[in-house]
């Protein structure tokens, strides 16, 4: 027969057809409650002699011991097995149903029992399934008696003095054997008890075998072939017997019987098993013949959760299997009618009988009378699902697993979801099951969703061992229950301290603390719960004192928690808001040590101090959680109005708790203080609109907190300082009054993939000393900086998002210091990183972009090594250096930006070294107002506005730079400004090499400068400077030129290969010219005069060759106008004209802009007017805009 098993279907519900004489009448129902041992008080008895029913447990170790139903279905070998209980049948009105236990005894849980096959001892058949407690007996033995319809059992110890001795005859061997303990004789002198193992066999081939077979009518795991099915009781075959049988609280018999001879023989008068009619016509008891069928269903062997189903049953003879049963009504003729080839529930209704008169069975005589199958047989086959379902529903848990056991319908039946979840919540509460699947660790789970087939009676049997603080149900007692109630949390916790001293105290049995209990257990659990404190017994072998509190206010209740117990919430729907805890003075809850396992879970904590009190709370806390413990706090909800000290305070070595899915809220002080070296795991907690910090850490305490949401603060969200460390790992910080995350005086926590967003001042903030590592978070959206780090602090601020901030990403000021690294940082309305104020950070690998102000701003005195980041498509400059600083900028990519690149201003200095500077709106470069930076080894090119521009009174060492590809000049000096360059490779500008004008200066040496559209070096307007060594070739236009009252020094230097010759001056211009080296020019302005075309074929307006130019006050020409020699000649023939100058112009006679056309050149190209210098640079707008 399959063991307990987990099921939630209720498909098997089926509705009867049974009508009219066909429905077999049942025992009246006895009142009260039938499952219930409690309520029926009759005294033990060793014999069968009582005159009244009654149902009695004289079992002194265990007050709650299982009746006969819970007896497990065994089948049994012929073998007499020692200690092995009784089977007796009996039905005089004066008869006692009795269940006798053996000498041996065996314990089990009641939700894993199994069942067992007969080859075991007897300690083990029969095994009781006691629900959260241990069962000190077994038994299969059942002695059946109806009085006035009420059927009563007796489960006692008794010596096997008590009873008769039987003989057990062996047919085969011829001898015979004493069988102790196994009969009882009643009033009448008859013998109503059957040997336990099933029968006296005889020594003759007509030995007679009164028992139960192993293969029932009934049983649904063996189908017996319908050849068999004519063999029947007649028969002289020898064989052994065995037995399986089990009873339920109701008195009626509910297990089956088999034999492997199948037989019923005559026998030597040896025992009488007598059975009188009933001598009222209103006794209900009715006998039904057994069906003359062998088919079965097959059973469906499919793994469930619980214990595994048992494998069927072994035939130990090799005759035929036959069925202890009589024929059925109609003889022969219903043998043929193939009615046992259906199965028992839909057999035809002929084949049962109903009578009053019950059968004789005499062992000595040849005959063998008809015995039909009993009201058990019929309770356990033949009634509705829906009648048992109903009958069900008023038992307990320890009553349906025990059913569970009976077959495997009942086991179906017994499982049903909607039973258990009856059952469950009206003990917990719950609205879903809760499980314990781990230790200190308490879950809820959708039914759906969890693997169990029966969820509930799951949760059930996990949380079965605790004890329960409901008010009003402490003298309340259940039959069928073990679970013990208080009035007070003090008293739940107290509970096990009184157990174990009475484990100690050496109890006898039946003894045992149980005063101002309900349902006490017996010494086995006693016993149980001492090993508790077993030092040497890991905890999850002995998990502590479980302790339910149910709906309810527990006021100034004082819970000081030093052992490992798990205090629970009980209540439907929000559990925690219905189970709330308060104190005004004093802590609410305090675990210190010893408190290494506990368990706080489902509740409010609050702490209330009475704001008139004059007791200072600043060391009274709602938790307090004290050295040397680490208990678990898990979705509870907690609450302070005290104006000082925290809600929650860990302090202490080897502090260690575990603070999970807390509401910690609406304090007027700290949410959670973390303090003294203590640690702790805090996970997934809603720590909001506290009056101070969120959270301090302090003093050497090194949390972990993992994925807490912490927020609206009227403070800081998290607060670590003198000393605080910390693990911080996806927290949600956002929307504190001040900033998110604040780190101060030497504390030094690991913030790892936070978001810290929507500060009302910053995100993190970073002073006095203060370390820390932030990395990979997210920070954004707050009304100041992301992160500002200040006054001698150096944190880490390693691949972070920081961005969309109301001010700037990272502001680094007051001697701050740092190291930012491997960010993203884009989209904030200010700098992207501002250093400032003697602030030396190390800024290398971010990506920093799209800003709406500047890349990098380092001003007033701030310093930093800034490199190999990328800073690029910012609004204004990619990197600001003023007033006095002195970065150092190496191997950064600054690109694609709407202004300048990098921009020195206002005695700017530092390093420009390694960089790549291009694609810049301005120049790539900007000096001016008294910077003087170093700029080396830079790549700066595509500027739509040259390379780089140095102007009002700037300076700088430019060295060994490439500036090729840029819109205009690749190097601007002008407005009194003095740079030095040298050795730089200045080429391919789409206009000139190097531009000085408007009295610029500078020092040009060893410069490569080539391939330029305009001059290599043009200098205009009273600028003087001084090239030396440089070596100017292959340009599109001369080599230099000179021009507007400029003058130059001009040393050494090559000039060659340029179109329009080496050195070109204008009217006026004497330089200083000494050594130079013009040579391999191709004078390409002095061929087309000669070769008589107009100039500008050979210039067109994009540049400007230098020779004779001339005015037509014929042609109304203005001062802005020039035509050159050949077309004064030819165009202008006759006219008006007068000689201006020779200096840089194209000609505006060929280029069309005169009233008549030129005859020397074309159509007209272009309408504009002569330059006589290149465009003027744009400065940048940084400063208007600031």
């Known amino acids: 027969m399959p063991s307990a098993s987990f099921t939630s279907s209720r498909s098997y519900v089926r509705r009867s057809r049974r009508k009219g004489a066909n429905r077999i009448a049942l025992p009246n129902r006895p009142t009260g409650n039938i499952m219930d041992p409690m309520l029926q008080n009759i005294p033990a008895s060793g014999a069968a002699s009582s005159s009244s029913s009654t149902l009695q447990n004289n079992n002194p170790a265990n007050s709650n011991n299982a009746c006969v139903a819970s007896s497990t279905m065994v089948s049994c070998s012929s073998s007499i097995v020692p200690n092995s209980s009784l089977v007796a049948v009996s039905t ?52 059946v008696s109806n009085q006035n319809n009420i059927p009563s059992i007796s489960n006692f110890n008794s010596s096997v003095s008590n009873f008769a001795n039987s003989q057990i005859i062996d047919s085969d061997a011829g001898s015979s054997s004493s069988c102790t303990g196994l009969s009882n004789v009643n009033s009448t002198g008859n013998v109503t008890m059957i040997s336990n193992n099933g029968v006296c066999n005889s020594s003759t081939s007509s030995a007679a075998s009164i028992g139960f077979c192993h293969q029932s009518p009934y049983d649904l795991r063996r189908k017996i072939p319908a050849t068999n099915h004519e063999q029947w009781c007649n028969s002289n075959t020898t064989a052994s017997s ?57 059973v ?76 058990a047989q019929y309770l356990q086959y033949e009634m509705p699902d829906e009648v048992l379902l109903v009958i069900f529903s008023y038992l307990m848990e320890q009553d349906l697993c025990r059913l569970s056991l009976v077959c495997k319908r009942f086991n179906t039946i017994a499982n049903d979801t909607e039973l258990w979840k009856r059952l469950y919540q009206s003990v917990f509460e719950y609205d879903m099951p809760l499980f314990n699947p781990e230790l200190c660790k308490f879950v809820f789970e959708k039914p759906e969703e969890i693997e169990y087939t029966n969820p509930w009676k799951e949760s059930f049997r996990q949380l079965y061992r605790g004890v329960h603080v409901r008010p009003g149900y402490q003298d309340k007692k259940y039959s069928g229950r073990n679970i013990v109630f208080f009035n007070t949390i003090q008293a739940a916790l107290d509970y096990p301290e009184e ?60 819970l000081f928690i030093d052992s490992d117990v798990a205090l629970i919430g009980a209540a439907p729907g929000n559990v925690a808001e219905s189970v709330i805890l308060e104190r005004e003075a004093g802590s609410t809850v305090m675990f210190v040590e010893g408190a290494k396992y506990a368990y706080v879970g489902y509740l409010t904590l609050k702490f209330s101090p009475d704001v008139t009190s004059t007791v200072s ?108 460390m910390g693990y911080f790992e996806k927290n949600d910080i956002h929307n504190n009054r001040i900033a998110g995350f604040e780190v101060k005086a030497g504390a030094n926590p690991t913030v790892v993939k ?163 500077i291009f694609n810049h709106l301005y120049s790539g470069v900007q000096i001016r107002t008294g910077s003087n930076p170093v700029i080396r080894g830079n790549k700066i090119w595509g500027g739509q506005n040259g390379g780089v521009l140095v102007y009002n009174g700037g300076l700088g060492l430019l060295e060994q730079n490439e500036i090729f590809d840029n819109a ?10 003095n740079p030095t360059l040298r050795r730089n490779k200045i080429y391919d500008g789409r206009d000139g090499g190097i531009c000085i004008f408007n009295g610029g200066k500078g020092i ?20 003087h400077p001084i090239l030396r060594r440089n070596r100017i070739y292959d340009g599109q236009a001369a080599g230099v030129e000179i021009t507007n009252n400029a003058t130059a020094t001009l040393e050494h230097n090559q000039i060659f290969k340029n179109k329009f010759g080496g050195l070109c001056l204008a009217s006026g211009v004497q330089p200083i010219t000494r050594g130079n080296n013009i040579f391999n020019n191709e004078d390409e302005v002095e061929k087309a005069v000669s070769g008589g075309q107009c100039l500008y074929k050979i210039s067109s307006y994009t540049s400007f060759p230098m020779h004779d130019f001339y005015r037509c006050q014929t042609c109304n020409t203005t001062d802005r106008n020039a035509i050159c020699v050949n077309c004064i000649k030819n165009c202008h023939a006759g006219h008006d004209v007068e000689f201006i100058r020779h200096d840089r112009f194209f000609c505006d006679c060929g280029a069309g802009t005169l009233s008549n056309q030129c005859q020397l050149q074309g159509e007209p190209t272009q309408d504009t007017d002569t330059l006589y210098d290149s465009a003027a640079p744009m400065e940048s707008h940084t400063l208007m805009v600031n």
């Open 499 to 558: 157990r174990a001293a009475a484990a100690a105290a050496a109890v006898t049995p039946g003894g045992g603390v149980t005063a101002g209990l309900s349902n006490p257990t017996g010494s086995a659990s006693v016993n149980a719960l001492a090993n508790l404190y077993e030092d040497n017994v890991p905890p999850n072998e002995h998990p502590g004192p479980l302790i339910f509190l149910h709906t309810g206010h527990y006021k100034g209740e004082y």
């Open 754 to 916: 936070c978001e810290i967003h929507h500060g009302q001042t910053g995100g993190i903030y970073v002073h006095e000393n203060g370390l820390g590592q932030f990395i990979e978070n997210r920070i954004h959206s707050n009304n100041f900086a992301g992160v500002w780090i200040t006054s001698n602090s150096n944190p880490t601020i390693r691949k972070n998002e920081i961005y969309n901030g109301h001010q700037g990403g990272v502001y680094i000021f007051g001697e701050g210091r740092g190291l930012i690294e491997h960010n993203n940082i884009y989209g904030n309305a200010l700098a992207g990183i501002q250093i400032r104020t003697n602030s030396d950070p190390i800024v290398r690998h971010n990506k920093i972009h799209h800003g709406q102000h500047g890349g990098i701003y380092v001003h007033e005195k701030g310093q930093g090594l800034i490199e190999e980041n990328e800073v690029y498509s910012n609004t204004l400059a990619g990197v600001w250096i003023t007033t006095g600083s002195t970065p150092v900028l190496r191997r950064n990519r600054i690109h694609s930006g709407k202004q300048v690149g990098v921009y020195f201003y206002d005695n700017g200095h530092g390093k420009l070294e390694d960089n790549d």
């Open 617 to 724: 709370h600043h060391k009274h806390y709602c938790l307090d959680i004290g050295e040397n413990c680490s208990p678990t706090v898990d979705n509870c909800i907690i609450r302070s109005s005290s104006v000082v000290g925290a809600a929650v305070c860990v302090g202490g070595v080897n502090a260690n708790p575990v603070i999970r899915n807390c509401d910690i809220s609406d304090c007027e002080n700290v949410g959670l203080y973390v303090t003294d070296y203590a640690q702790g795991t805090y996970e997934h907690n809603e720590i909001s609109r506290n009056a101070l910090a969120g959270i301090w850490v302090k003093n050497y305490a090194s949390p972990i907190m993992r994925e807490n949401h912490i927020h609206h603060g009227r403070d800081v969200g998290i607060f670590t300082f003198e000393n605080g």
């Open 1004 to 1023: 040009l040496e060893e410069n490569d400068i080539f391939r330029n559209t305009q001059a290599g070096v043009l200098i205009s307007t009273q600028s």
């Open 242 to 298: 065995s037995c399986s049988n089990a009873l339920s609280h109701t008195g009626i018999l509910t297990g089956t019987c088999s034999t492997i001879s199948s037989s019923i023989c005559t026998s030597p008068p040896t025992i009488n098993v007598t059975s009188t009619s009933s001598a009222s016509a209103s006794s209900s008891s009715a006998i039904v013949h057994a069906p003359s069928t062998s088919a079965t269903f097959p």
């Open 300 to 375: 469906n062997n499919a793994h469930t959760t619980g214990a595994p189903l048992a494998p069927p049953p072994t035939v130990h003879s090799s005759v035929p299997q036959q069925h202890c049963s009589a024929l059925p009504i109609g003889g022969a003729a219903a043998i043929e009618d193939n009615n046992f080839m259906l199965p028992a529930r839909k057999r035809s209704r002929r084949l049962y009988a109903q009578s009053a008169d019950i059968a004789n069975v005499t062992i000595g005589t040849s005959n063998c009378t008809q015995v039909g199958p009993t009201a």
């Open 92 to 143: 005089p009105s004066n008869s006692v149903l009795t269940n006798s236990t053996g000498a041996g005894s065996v314990s089990s849980e009641l939700f894993n029992a199994s069942t067992r096959t007969c080859s075991q001892s007897s300690s083990e058949i029969g095994v009781l399934c006691n629900f959260g407690s241990s069962s000190s007996s077994s038994s299969i033995g059942l002695s």
């Open 968 to 977: 205009m000049a690749g190097v601007w000096i002008k407005t009194d400004s």
